[in-house]
């Protein structure tokens, strides 16, 4: 459990800022929330792969839990922020 916190603080936040530099569109939202919203996708896309897959209890990397972790954390910035995003300034 403690290794999927850390995960969701670490991979989270990583997601934050890559899609606040790189989320397409003309849409904005402040940084604290695109990390927020990094870390939760983390933890949906963690409850998803252990839905349909189950928990194993795989030692080491469970490299297919991070792709889905990561996938999930990825599409929500987007989405959210496309949605919810107030427009970006001209200048």
Do not use: E
């Amino acid at each position: 459990m403690v290794s999927t916190v850390l995960w969701a603080l670490i991979g989270g936040t990583i997601i934050g800022f890559l899609g606040k530099t790189f989320a397409p569109g003309k849409r904005d939202i402040a940084l604290w929330l695109t990390i927020l919203i990094g870390i939760g996708g983390i933890f949906i896309g963690n409850w998803a792969y252990t839905g349909i897959w189950g928990d194993d209890g795989t030692r080491g990397l469970d490299w297919w839990r991070h792709i889905w972790q990561v996938a999930a954390a990825a599409l929500l910035v987007v989405l959210l922020t496309s949605s919810i995003g107030r427009k970006k300034s001209s200048s």
